[in-house]
Nanobody
Framework: QVQLVESGGGLVQPGGSLRLSCAAS????????IGWFRKAPGKELEAVSC????????NYYHPVQGRFSISRDVAKNAVYLQMNSLKPEDTAVYSC???????????????????WGQGTQVTVSS
C-alpha cells in the first residue's frame, strides 16, 4: 500500500525549532519528487519546500528560505523538514506529497502531486 505519514508537529514558541518527518511505505522516495505544503486556517494551500527525484536538489519558497531545510534519507525511506526560527505565521497543518515528475521540483505544479499524507499540526505561539 502506497502511503505517506507525517510526524513531528507540535506546539513551539516563536524562535524555536521542529523537525517534521515524512515516512513512505509501498514505494521508494528516491524515485519521486517530494514536496512539503502547509495549510493555515482561512488561507490557501502553500508550497513550502521540495526535493527533486533521483538525488535532485532542494528548493524553498520565499517565506521559509534561510530558515527551513529539507533532506532525504534513502535508507530510511523518509524525507525531513527541519524548521528553525519559527514564527507565528508558520502555524499550519504541514503535509508531504509525492510526484512522479522528473523536472526540477520547483516547476512541478501542485496538481502533479498525487499522493498525500494526512498532515501534522504545527503551532507557533508563546
Amino acid at each position: 500500500q502506497v502511503q505517506l505519514v507525517e510526524s513531528g508537529g507540535g506546539l513551539v514558541q516563536p524562535g524555536g525549532s521542529l523537525r517534521l518527518s515524512c515516512a513512505a511505505s509501498g514505494f521508494s522516495l528516491a524515485n519521486y519528487a517530494i514536496g512539503w505544503f502547509r495549510k493555515a486556517p482561512g488561507k490557501e494551500l502553500e508550497a513550502v519546500s521540495c526535493i527533486s527525484s533521483g538525488g535532485g536538489g532542494a528548493n524553498y519558497y520565499h517565506p521559509v528560505q534561510g530558515r527551513f531545510s529539507i533532506s532525504r534519507d534513502v535508507a530510511k525511506n523518509a524525507v525531513y523538514l527541519q524548521m528553525n526560527s519559527l514564527k507565528p505565521e508558520d502555524t499550519a497543518v504541514y503535509s508531504c506529497a509525492r510526484s512522479s515528475r522528473v523536472e526540477n521540483c520547483l516547476f512541478i505544479p501542485e496538481y502533479a502531486y498525487n499522493t498525500w499524507g494526512q498532515g501534522t499540526q504545527v503551532t507557533v505561539s508563546s
